[in-house]
């Protein structure tokens, strides 16, 4: 089944490239576009996409609050930010409200389409200017961690880029397996996306 996407971004002329870049590939169903965020839950209601592009600065109701409102009232869809801005900000403020990958306008078409599959199969899309911020970003810090050795490594693959069915394979094990892990610890952390996992991760367990 073709993954459904809808575009925010208040260009006219980047909606219709996203669009043609969509349109050539089977895999990925193009199905609503709007300007900015105004409307973005009946948006999400009445088209359901699996995946959101979404740009970040966009007039009246920007791209960040349009991700808030799209993770509080449907966790589930999955939201690929993108800015031609370099911003580490705004970037951190995205994966701490849920978004599941941050691009770059200026990415080639090739890595978009990547990233949009990446997000739709559980994994965290990351331009790599952008991952090494958040490498720097999120320092080391002394505390208790209340995952399984098993949980760790997974969550050490996801923050990797790997999705989850790669991390299945890494470990030999069902993509069941690691979505089940997955669950816990978000549970245990207290969160409800991916970056938000990764974001720990950074901060916490990574030496």
């Known amino acids: 089944m073709a993954i459904r996407i809808f575009i925010y971004d208040d260009s006219n002329e980047r909606r219709d490239s996203l669009k043609a870049l969509l349109m050539l590939n089977d895999e990925l169903k193009f199905v609503g576009e709007a300007m900015n965020c105004k409307n973005v839950l009946s948006e999400i209601e009445n088209f359901y996409p699996d995946v959101v592009l979404m740009d970040i600065n966009m007039p009246e109701v920007d791209g960040i609050e349009g991700l808030k409102l799209i993770k509080t009232n449907h966790p589930e869809v999955k939201v690929l930010m993108q800015t031609a801005f370099d911003d580490s900000d705004k970037i951190f403020t995205c994966i701490k409200n849920g978004a599941s990958g941050y691009i770059l306008k200026n990415d080639k078409p090739q890595r978009i389409l990547q990233a949009i599959e990446e997000v739709n199969q559980g994994g965290a899309a990351m331009n790599p200017a952008i991952a090494q911020k958040v490498l720097d970003y999120f320092k080391p810090n002394e505390t208790k961690n209340p995952l399984s050795p098993k949980e760790n490594e997974v969550l050490a693959f996801l923050a990797e880029g790997l999705s989850y069915k790669m991390v299945a394979d890494k ?11 997955a669950k816990r610890i978000y549970e245990k952390l207290h969160i409800s996306s991916l970056g938000q996992a990764i974001a720990y991760y950074y901060k916490n367990l990574k030496n």
């Open 171 to 181: 470990l030999g094990v069902s993509y069941a397996t690691v979505n089940t892990h």
